[in-house]
């Protein structure tokens, strides 16, 4: 960016008093100071504009790796499920999905609950 050093804005001012005068040199600063407000409001959102679009391209870039990871590994998955399944006539079973789980009841474990004593009102 442009530096301006104290030494150059005293010679600024300087020139600004002898050429536009002390009447007109207070409006002319507001003025200038305005445009300048203006001018670093609207480059601060065109920065912020900018960096949103590159975190959102940011976003994107990560969720295609994802993807094409997720892919990779599905592929392998599948490689390994036709690797494993039988080469014979009858087709494979299909694999229980993770939501039901089988409930296997054994005569040993149904036995082997305790029972709890309620006790009555005798004496």
């Known amino acids: ?4 050093s104290f030494g150059k804005l005293v010679l ?6 002898i050429v536009l005068g002390p009447e007109k ?6 003025t200038a100071g305005v445009f300048m407000r203006r001018i670093r409001t609207g480059w601060d959102s065109v ?5 949103r679009e590159l ?9 295609r790796e994802a993807a094409s990871r ?28 993770a939501d039901v789980a089988p409930v296997i009841e054994t005569p ?10 309620v006790p009555h009102g005798g004496a």
């Open 1 to 4: 960016m442009i530096e301006i």
């Open 12 to 17: 600024l001012a300087l020139i600004a008093l």
């Open 25 to 30: 040199l207070p409006h002319a600063a507001r």
């Open 47 to 51: 920065r912020a504009e900018v960096e």
């Open 55 to 63: 975190q959102v391209e940011e976003i994107k870039r990560q969720a």
């Open 70 to 97: 997720a892919e990779a590994a599905q592929a392998e998955l599948d490689e390994t499920l036709r690797k494993m399944r039988p080469t014979g006539g009858a087709p494979a079973p299909a694999p229980a999905t």
């Open 108 to 117: 040993a474990a149904t036995d082997a609950t305790p029972t709890k004593e």
